[in-house]
């Protein structure tokens, strides 16, 4: 089984996936937990590219989509796929959910480059997706008490407020896939919200 995690930052996805990965090992199941971008040495390479903060030359929207899906046709075709044969259970923090809501959604590319890379560069979509939703002040509240922002984190809050409108749109497209968790809720809350859902499969 294939799950994804999405939301804005800060709404709890790594705090969420920790605990599921917990569950998931002491109920002896083979499990592996992962991320995006990154998941490979290689894929991690393009990940700090991706966020670092760069004063000499900005990222175009265009780079920035390619970039995403570099370091998601590596990580699909040497971690997850070979995962996922094997049997594992994949809990990958973000997959293409987030080039739509960050990409198309908040940046404003058009959805038709997106589909194109997803036609042609993803084999595999999730099983299940869980969305954690939250008000954007929540999730960056929590998230900027880290200290140093990478370069999505220094984006304005109307920025945030479009991708989580693009999380909304594709929760309405595909309701069967995509599961909204309420992310304001304590941690242990929304554990139970998304292994209520994965017991009902
Ligand atoms: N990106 C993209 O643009 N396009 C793509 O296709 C992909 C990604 C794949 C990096 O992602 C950036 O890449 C991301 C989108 C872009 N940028 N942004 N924004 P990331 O997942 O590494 O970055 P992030 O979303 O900023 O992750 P995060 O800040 O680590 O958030 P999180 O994993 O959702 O939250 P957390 O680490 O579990 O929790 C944050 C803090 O809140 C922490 O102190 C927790 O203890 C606390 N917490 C967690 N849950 C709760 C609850 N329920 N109550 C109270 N406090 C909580």
């Known amino acids: 089984m294939f799950i994804s995690f999405e939301g804005t930052e800060g709404v709890g996805k790594t705090t969420l996936i920790r605990k599921l ?14 991320r995006e ?3 490979t040495p290689m894929a991690e390479q393009i ?5 670092t903060v760069n004063h000499d030359e900005a990222m175009s929207h265009d780079t920035e989509l390619l970039l995403m899906y570099a370091a998601r046709a590596q990580h699909l075709e040497r971690v997850i796929l070979p995962a996922l044969a094997d049997t594992k259970i994949v809990l990958c ?6 080039s739509f809501a960050y990409q198309c959604a908040g940046r404003g590319l058009d959805r038709e480059k997106l589909t194109l890379l997803n036609d ?35 984006e304005k809050v109307t920025f945030f407020e479009k991708v989580r409108a693009g999380f909304a749109e594709i ?12 992310a304001t809720q304590t941690p242990e809350q929304v554990f139970e919200q998304a292994l209520s859902y994965l017991q009902q499969v």
């Open 171 to 182: 929760h309405h497209n595909e309701p069967t896939r995509v599961k909204r968790l309420d």
């Open 47 to 51: 990940r700090s590219l991706l966020l």
């Open 120 to 154: 042609n560069f993803v084999a595999r979509m999730p099983d299940i997706t869980f969305w954690l939703d939250a008000p954007i002040e929540t999730g960056m509240l929590r998230a900027r008490e880290r200290g140093a922002l990478d370069r999505f984190e220094q």
């Open 37 to 39: 971008p990154g998941g």
């Open 93 to 98: 923090d973000r997959f293409t959910d987030s």
């Open 21 to 34: 990965h917990d569950h998931f090992q002491a109920l002896g199941k083979n499990v592996l937990l992962t």
